[in-house]
């Protein structure tokens, strides 16, 4: 697979989509317009309370479930069957915040906060304030090297130019990404959670007393949970495979959705809001399997278009998408479960190659030069 080339100005890098795929059509025009005309003809963005207190009550539901089982199995090495279920919960929880915080679920801005704040804080130990700062700015700027925090914060590199900012144990992981940004989405549990403690200690939440309150109540209950159920060594193994259980799920669920689409670079902006959106995000093929383990997030690119759609309008939405994106010869990348991950794991292989050939500082000097040519 070879490096991909630098196309359209803006330097926006193809990756990921076969390269038949990645050019617009000479002339094709990607006005955002006509698409959110179509989708408000249909209602798509009308808010249905109703359906998000079925899922709300969906949720309980599983979370009452794993806590049944927890107490009824008392201190046996099956409580980690318990503890994989509860990793499980807390994905299926997220998808609550992440609505409640796109504005998708209530027109209540006290009821959609307080759907946030319980089920980031208190149910995963995950500061709400934070996330929403976060993922606003991500949407924003979605795969762009400097304005999208959600790489910036990752140890693996998306562009060989971020390589030189790595140092220690990280230029390890990036010689072999491809497989240990996999391997270490075990830690993300507990990255999200001391992600939370330093936002709250730096007063970047909007909300510290509520935001603490509501970690240090789950971390209670929590452990006098684990520890008075469970003997110490399998409270301990209880903690772990729960956090890994929850990490390896958020990983999962964010990988496919950007990893390995193209990527944005410097000052210039030469892409409307519906190329920005569609040429950096990455669909799974639907099923209702998928729907339910990704939380509609398997719709990236109707996602992205339209944050506030709430999740049961995103497959109509899609089918539109899909028929304007041709109409307009805007790429739309859409592929299967495994396939989204083969592209992520091949993409994160190719980067990496110079680190692996010894050669970054020769390929930053090679990928400048045609930026420049561009």
Same mark, same amino acid.
């Given at each position: 697979?070879?490096?991909?080339?630098?196309?359209?100005?803006?330097?926006?890098?193809?990756?990921?989509?076969?390269?038949?795929?990645?050019?617009?059509?000479?002339?094709?025009?990607?006005?955002?317009?006509?698409?959110?005309?179509?989708?408000?003809?249909?209602?798509?963005?009308?808010?249905?309370?109703?359906?998000?207190?079925?899922?709300?009550?969906?949720?309980?539901?599983?979370?009452?479930?794993?806590?049944?089982?927890?107490?009824?199995?008392?201190?046996?090495?099956?409580?980690?069957?318990?503890?994989?279920?509860?990793?499980?919960?807390?994905?299926?929880?997220?998808?609550?915040?992440?609505?409640?915080?796109?504005?998708?679920?209530?027109?209540?801005?006290? $009821?959609?906060?307080? &759907?946030?704040?319980? %089920? +980031?804080? #208190?149910?995963?130990?995950?500061?709400?304030?934070?996330?929403? @700062? /976060?993922?606003?700015?991500?949407?924003?700027?979605?795969?762009?090297?400097?304005?999208?925090?959600?790489?910036?914060?990752?140890?693996?590199?998306?562009?060989?130019?971020?390589?030189?900012?790595?140092?220690?144990?990280?230029?390890?992981?990036?010689?072999?990404?491809?497989?240990?940004?996999?391997?270490?989405?075990?830690?993300?549990?507990?990255?999200?959670?001391?992600?939370?403690?330093?936002?709250?200690?730096?007063?970047?939440?909007?909300?510290?007393?509520?935001?603490?309150?509501?970690?240090?109540?789950?971390?209670?209950?929590?452990?006098?949970?684990?520890?008075?159920?469970?003997?110490?060594?399998? $409270?301990?193994?209880? &903690?772990?495979?729960? %956090? +890994?259980? #929850?990490?390896?799920?958020?990983?999962?669920?964010?990988?496919? @959705? /950007?990893?390995?689409?193209?990527?944005?670079?410097?000052?210039?902006?030469?892409?409307?809001?519906?190329?920005?959106?569609?040429?950096?995000?990455?669909?799974?093929?639907?099923?209702?399997?998928?729907?339910?383990?990704?939380?509609?997030?398997?719709?990236?690119?109707?996602?992205?278009?339209?944050?506030?759609?709430?999740?049961?309008?995103?497959?109509?939405?899609?089918?539109?998408?899909?028929?304007?994106?041709?109409?307009?010869?805007?790429?739309?990348?859409?592929?299967?479960?495994?396939?989204?991950?083969?592209?992520?794991?091949?993409?994160?292989?190719?980067?990496?190659?110079?680190?692996?050939?010894?050669?970054?500082?020769?390929?930053?000097?090679?990928? +400048?030069?045609?930026?420049?040519?561009?």
């Amino acid at each position: 697979m070879q490096r991909p080339h630098i196309q359209m100005a803006g330097d926006l890098r193809t990756a990921g989509a076969p390269a038949a795929e990645a050019v617009p059509r000479p002339g094709a025009s990607a006005t955002f317009a006509e698409l959110l005309k179509r989708v408000k003809a249909e209602g798509l963005l009308d808010l249905d309370p109703r359906y998000y207190v079925g899922r709300l009550a969906l949720n309980t539901t599983l979370l009452l479930l794993g806590f049944a089982a927890f107490f009824e199995l008392g201190d046996t090495w099956w409580q980690l069957v318990t503890a994989l279920w509860m990793g499980l919960c807390g994905g299926q929880s997220a998808f609550m915040w992440h609505d409640a915080g796109h504005k998708a679920m209530f027109r209540s801005k006290k $009821a959609a906060s307080a &759907v946030g704040y319980v %089920h +980031a804080n #208190l149910v995963n130990g995950v500061s709400y304030g934070w996330w929403v @700062n /976060h993922h606003n700015r991500h949407h924003s700027n979605p795969n762009h090297l400097d304005m999208d925090p959600d790489i910036g914060r990752r140890t693996a590199i998306f562009d060989i130019k971020q390589y030189p900012t790595r140092k220690g144990t990280q230029k390890l992981v990036v010689r072999y990404q491809s497989v240990l940004f996999f391997v270490l989405l075990v830690l993300e549990g507990f990255k999200m959670l001391r992600t939370a403690v330093l936002s709250i200690a730096q007063g970047r939440t909007k909300r510290p007393v509520l935001e603490t309150f509501l970690i240090l109540l789950r971390t209670a209950v929590y452990l006098t949970c684990v520890f008075t159920v469970l003997s110490p060594a399998l $409270a301990v193994a209880f &903690v772990v495979v729960q %956090h +890994a259980a #929850l990490g390896v799920y958020f990983g999962m669920i964010f990988a496919p @959705n /950007h990893k390995g689409m193209q990527i944005r670079d410097g000052e210039e902006e030469t892409l409307d809001w519906l190329e920005r959106q569609v040429l950096t995000s990455r669909n799974i093929r639907p099923s209702l399997l998928i729907d339910f383990l990704y939380g509609g997030l398997n719709y990236q690119v109707e996602h992205h278009l339209f944050p506030a759609m709430p999740q049961k309008n995103l497959p109509r939405a899609r089918e539109l998408t899909r028929a304007y994106c041709a109409e307009r010869g805007v790429p739309y990348h859409e592929v299967g479960f495994w396939a989204s991950y083969g592209e992520v794991a091949s993409y994160l292989h190719e980067v990496s190659a110079p680190v692996r050939r010894g050669d970054v500082e020769e390929e930053i000097r090679r990928q +400048a030069e045609a930026a420049r040519a561009a």
